[in-house]
Structures are given as C-alpha cells and as structure tokens.
C-alpha cells in the first residue's frame, strides 16, 4: 500500500502522502505500479470525453480532456517534455544540456514540441470518440506509464546530478518489464474492434519507438532523469493515440 501511495503521489495531483522516507525498493514498487495509475488516468480521460463530447464537438472535447490530464499529473509530463528537447536541441555537451533542463524554462524546441503533443493528443482523442473506441483512450494513456517501467528497466544508469533518476533508474526487472508489455499487448487486442492486429502492433512500434528515444536520450545526458520519464509519456500516449485511430 505504501508503494501504491508512493506511486499516485509521484504521478498524480491526487493529495496523498507517500512513505516518510522512499529509497531505492520503494521507488521500485511504485514505478512497476505505475501502469495501473495510467490505467486509472486513462479511464477518468475516457470518461471526460465521453460526457464532453455529449455537447462539445469532439475537437474541444479532446483539447478539454488533454488539458484534465495535465491538471491530474500536476503538468510535470509536459514540462519533462519540453525539458528534454530543449536539452536535445542544445548541440552542446552532456553537461550543458543537463543545465538547459534544469533552467526551468521553455525555449523555442520545447514549446513547439509541447504545441504538437497537446494538438496531437486533443485530435487523436476526438477521432477515437468519434469512432467510439473508448477503450482505446484508457490503453493508450496506460501505454505511457507501460513505457516509464521500460524506460526504468534494469542496466540503464541515472544522469549525474538527477534526484528522481537515481531513485528509479535501473530498477525493474525484466519480468516486470516483459509482463506488463504481454499484458499491454493482450488488451491491445480490443483497441481497434475488427481490426484485432492493429492495436498490438501499435503497441509494439510505439513501445519500441520508446526504447529508442531513451536510449538515445540516455545517451545524450549521461544517463536518465525524470524529464526524460515525462517526455516518454506524453510520445508514447501521442502516438499510441494516433495509432489507436487508424482504419475504419
């Protein structure tokens, strides 16, 4: 129960206390639980667009839903995002990107790519209520939480100077890892009806676009940090939108 505190108050604005003191087990817990605190994010989104799109047009209704789910992750996803590609964008060494991350502002990179993400999300979810694929919105918001227990996965090591990073990086087991990918790609199966395929193979490219980015990303900064986990979530949940969208 600590772990799963622990998590919500990591994730979500929900005003719950975590543990007095959270070292590198209980930050272990609480990352594998995070895909069932998307799953819960992922309803509440469902839900938003289902009672919006009951009077808005489903466009509005997608932006309104984009904009709960900032207020319920305290927006610490988007400005991950907009962290790491400004960091990205620096063409400077490790040491300097770390810096631009740490700024606390958005340069040019950042909020462009927040721009895209927020109109991204907002037009997949009105093509998704459209089409009525509920379901799809829950999975593809849990997706990116799927995507944060990669990212943590063992043999990754944290930025220098990264608090969050140090607690979270390399702490998930590959069975941790494996499960709740074959669990990500079983409840894909019901994401596009009558089109079965679709959903695990949007799940598979988007999961492993998301490797990619961490790795570079780690690669980039010296290691992992919690920016780079925010920005994970909200490619990973765009994508997973967009993919979750397509055909008839």
Known sequence: MNSLRLALSWLTVVPIAGPESVDRRAAHTAIALAPMVGLAL??????AMWVSAAGLTTLLAGLLTVGILGLLTRGMHLDGLADTVDGLGSYGPPERARQIMKSGGAGPFGVAALIFAVTIQAVAFAGLADARRWFAIVLAVALGR???????RRGLAAAPDAGFGALVAGTQRPATVLGWTALALACALCAVPGNPWLGPLVTVAVLA???LI????VRRFGGLSGDVLGAVVEITVSLAAVGFSLGP
């Open 42 to 47: 992922g309803g509440l989104a469902a839900a």
């Open 146 to 152: 799927v995507a944060v227990v990669l990212a943590c």
């Open 209 to 211: 676009l998301a490797l």
């Open 214 to 217: 961490v790795r570079h990303c």
